[in-house]
Structures are given as structure tokens and as C-alpha cells.
């Protein structure tokens, strides 16, 4: 979405061959809002709501996960764990330039974000992280429609089931991992959930449909010249 509120030093940070561009001013002020949500502690979801946040920044690629993990609640930073590390070598291998922007440097070509803010918490079986809830991630979806008309990224990347589902329908990972989706005008590209828990993406026989998802990854990134 193009706004005509922008500063002009702000409106001159990206020109690409969309036409796209972020609405970093807008996003700044949706981010202050964010930061002192607490929706899901006051609802008796979440014992201390926590929501990460990022300095607001103009990105032609947005990430959109799950929710936050023990590390990233630790740390502040969205994907600083294992599942950023690994996403990081999916843009390493699609041709993506190393930047500052992130702990992980292939990242920063990208704005990080879930379908929820603030860390679930462990699994109630203590084996992993315990999923956000359906009222969670409704509580939440609505910053997160804001986010994407604001940011107003020309690829979407989903990571694991919850997200793809989020945004694809109630489709199996088989099915789609490889293949390239397009809504509003923007590409979405589903991979598996990268903590390294994800036993889809573990089997050996999906690793070639990650791969091909690596391959979309990239030619979406020569297309926009990224
Ligand atoms: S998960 Fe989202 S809606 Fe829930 S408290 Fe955190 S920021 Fe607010």
C-alpha cells in the first residue's frame, strides 16, 4: 500500500521493479502498539505476554512463522534460534546478500514475523513449545493484517504448517512445499517449520521439495532483482 504520509528522506528508500514500497512511518507506530499488547495474558491465554518487536525498515520479503521460541522470548529478536539459523542458509542458498539487520545475516533481507508475538511457552508434555491457541492467534491476526499492508512485501514466505495454513487453506505440506502461490499480487512461498523438530522437513524424501522451495526463493529474488 502506498501512503502519501511518508517523509520524503522515508518515501525515497526502496523503488523496485513492483512499484512496492513500505510504509516505514505507518509501520513504526503499529510496532509502538505491538510492544505494550498484553490481549492474550488479560484473556488467561498467555502467563506474561512478551511481544517481539524490530525496528521498523523498508523489505521487499516477509517472514511469517508460528510463534516465538525460548530463544528468540530470550533474546528480543524474531528467529534468533535454531529456525532462524536455518531459514538464514534457505536465503544463503536462494542468493541472498549477508546483512546487518539480524544475528543471523541472511536474514536481514527479510522482515521477521509470526502469527503470534509473545513466546506460548513449553508444551504441556514438556516436549518442545506448546503451539499458540486458536483465540491467540485470532488476537493477534489483526496486527498481523495490518503488518503485511504495511510492509507490503512482494514475497511471503510461510513457515510451518500453522502458518501456511494460516494464509493457504487447510492443504498438506506434501502438497505444497515446492510450489509457488500468489495472492493480492504477492508470491507466497510455503517451506516446512525450521526449529529442526519438524519431522516433515527431516524426512529424507522432503528435502528435495525444500529445495525446490529454495529454487522459488530464488528466481522470485531474480525477478524483483533483490
Ligand atoms: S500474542 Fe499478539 S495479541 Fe497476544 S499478547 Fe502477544 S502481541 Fe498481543
Known amino acids: 500500500m502506498l501512503t502519501t504520509t511518508e517523509p520524503a528522506e522515508l518515501s525515497e528508500v526502496w523503488s523496485g521493479i513492483t512499484g512496492r514500497t513500505t ?3 505507518g509501520l513504526g507506530a503499529l510496532i509502538a502498539r505491538i510492544a505494550v499488547c498484553r490481549a492474550c495474558q488479560e484473556a488467561g ?6 511481544p517481539i518487536t524490530a525496528a521498523p525498515r523498508d523489505a521487499r520479503v516477509m517472514v511469517i512463522g508460528q510463534a516465538p521460541g525460548p530463544v528468540t ?26 546483512g546487518e539487520a539480524h544475528k543471523w545475516p541472511y536474514l536481514a533481507a527479510a522482515w521477521l514475523s509470526s502469527l503470534t508475538r509473545c513466546f506460548p511457552g513449553p ?13 491467540e492467534i485470532a488476537l493477534c491476526r489483526p496486527f498481523l493484517e495490518e503488518e503485511i499492508a504495511l ?7 510461510l513457515i510451518g504448517a500453522m502458518a501456511v495454513r494460516a494464509f493457504l487453506g487447510r492443504v498438506k505440506l506434501d502438497d505444497v512445499i515446492g510450489n509457488r502461490f ?25 528435502k528435495a521439495k525444500i529445495e525446490r522451495a529454495v ?12
Not at 45 to 50: F, S, T, V
Not at 184 to 204: A, E
Open 73 to 98: 522470548h530470550r533474546e528480543g529478536i524474531h528467529f534468533a534460534g535454531p529456525a532462524g539459523r536455518t531459514m538464514a542458509g534457505w536465503f544463503q542458498r536462494a542468493g541472498f546478500p549477508p
Open 215 to 226: 529454487e522459488q526463493l530464488s528466481a522470485e529474488r531474480e525477478r524483483l532483482r533483490l
Open 182 to 206: 500468489e495472492r493480492d499480487g504477492r508470491v507466497l512461498i510455503p517451506f516446512p517449520h525450521s526449529s529442526g523438530v519438524s519431522r516433515w522437513g527431516n524426512r529424507p524424501e522432503n
Open 23 to 25: 510504509d516505514v512511518v
Open 123 to 135: 508444551s504441556g508434555s514438556g516436549n518442545g513449545d506448546r503451539a499458540p491457541s486458536t483465540r
Open 45 to 50: 491465554l498467555l502467563g506474561e505476554a512478551h
Open 151 to 157: 510492509v507490503d512485501p512482494d514475497i511471503v514466505i
